[in-house]
């Protein structure tokens, strides 16, 4: 199917509620905007999404180690940061119809988009986006706190002790994902922009001279890890921002873009955040935020090299990218061909009948396969329906179970995309899918 037809996205939002991906929050409420919770298969491939991160940025290397920051922290970060001054959208509200939108969003800064109204906008005033919440059970501006609007900061202060406690030396990086959150005035395209979402981002630490080579390094590897896991090269570009669009920190940043269906959007920054940070938390706190380089006889403040994407944006890019249509035995089949790493279940067992006589045999594949990956086990209606459900839920193999293998203690291995079967001994089995599914 392609990403530029117009159904695409909402054949995928319909699949993700349809199959327990993702679903509307409180929706038994009425919902709560742009706030999603994640179902059965949703939290699976978003940790699979986030695994196959810190696989290739932090098991696969030497040079990064990680941490897990708090998301409550002291006021005195963000202002160190620049987050409470410059943290901001510009907001403007119709005086007509009393909508609010972001002024730098318009197409016609002059029109209000929802009742056209001309000339009805107020003034724009600066939004600050960070969630400010309170620490005690005092409400003062002595207690007040922020929700951490990004993962980044609780490295850059965690800097010298991950520096002393790791023994690690430029270049190295600190990497982590976890939850942020920001105040979006037009949050929106199901979960592309949300208040709450996960972030997977690594400070990579150089000697100064050496930022813009890094900075390229990192733009070449993150474009490559979406494309080794079935991101088609076209649904992808890299976007170097013009000198106006830089953010305060920033001697240089690129935008890994995907195709959305409604068109090029981000998917990863890349930053190059020069020594602006280590320099403003260590103005802020007094504390020398630097490396000493012992064979030089010199010390200095460590360039930093951002690559910074959301897990939740990633898992949607996924999903759209994998999502086809075809035709299997003259019927419409929809399937997801997510690749191994990231499908939610990576083999379902499926006896051809319910039949208490294939339970136990079934039953037994399943325990051995179950150790070794994330299994489904199907046995309600017919064995066609079952692989179709397999298949929409993008997984990669589903192993039958069928009356033969009470004699000859084999099982017959369906591949999701060629859609061959191979017959294979149960107890030549886990060989068998490991090779498949290590690729």
């Given at each position: ?247 305060h920190y920033s001697a240089g940043t690129a935008d890994v873009e995907f195709l959305y269906p409604w068109g090029w959007g ?16 260590a103005a802020a706190s007094g504390e020398r935020l630097e490396y000493f380089d012992q064979a030089a006889g010199e010390r200095y403040v460590p360039h930093v090299i951002e690559p910074a994407a959301g897990a ?128």
């Open positions: 199917m392609s990403s530029s037809d117009p159904t695409l996205m909402e054949q995928v939002v319909n699949l993700c509620k349809r199959r327990g991906f993702v679903f509307p929050s409180a929706e038994i409420y009425g919902g709560f905007r742009s706030t999603y919770d994640y179902g059965p298969l949703g939290v699976l491939m978003l940790r699979n999404v986030k695994e196959a991160w810190w696989r290739a940025m932090v098991q696969l290397r030497d040079d990064v180690v990680g941490i897990d920051a708090a998301i409550l922290s002291s006021p005195r970060i963000w202002e160190a940061s620049g987050h409470l001054e410059n943290f901001t959208d510009p907001l403007v509200d119709c005086k007509k119809c009393k909508e609010r939108f972001r002024e730098d969003q318009l197409d016609d800064p002059t029109t209000c988009p929802s009742c056209g109204g001309t000339g009805t906008f107020t003034e724009a005033r600066a939004f600050n986006l960070m969630f400010k919440t309170y620490v005690g059970p005092v409400e003062d501006s002595a207690n007040v706190a922020y929700l951490r609007p990004e993962t980044a900061q609780g490295m850059f202060v965690n800097f010298m002790q991950v520096l002393q406690t790791s023994r690690k030396k430029p270049p190295f990086g600190i990497a982590q994902m976890g939850k942020s959150f920001r105040n979006e005035i037009t949050p929106g395209n199901f979960v592309f922009r949300t208040r709450e979402f996960e972030q997977m981002e690594m400070e990579f630490f150089v000697p100064p001279d050496e930022g813009a080579k890094w900075f390229e390094y990192w733009c070449d590897e993150r474009m490559r890890w979406y494309q080794d896991l079935g991101m088609p090269a076209d649904m992808l570009r890299l976007r170097h921002h013009e000198a106006e669009e830089l953010s981000e998917l990863e920054g890349i930053a190059n955040r020069t020594d602006f940070d280590l320099n403003a938390h939740t944006r990633t898992m949607m890019a996924f999903l759209i990218a994998a999502y086809a249509e075809d035709e299997v035995g003259g019927e419409k089949r929809s399937v997801l061909r997510l690749h191994h790493r990231l499908a939610p279940y990576k083999v379902a067992v499926l006896p051809l009948s319910k039949k208490d006589t294939l339970t136990p045999v079934a039953r037994e594949v399943l325990s051995l396969l179950q150790p070794h990956w994330m299994c489904d086990y199907d046995e309600t209606q017919s064995i066609g329906r079952r692989y179709r459900r397999q298949d929409e839920i993008g997984t990669p193999f589903c192993v039958t179970v069928d009356f033969e293998s009470l004699e000859d203690r084999a099982v017959t291995i369906r591949d999701r995309d060629s859609l061959e079967q191979v017959r294979v001994p149960i107890d030549s089995l886990v060989d068998e899918l490991r090779g498949r599914l290590t690729a």
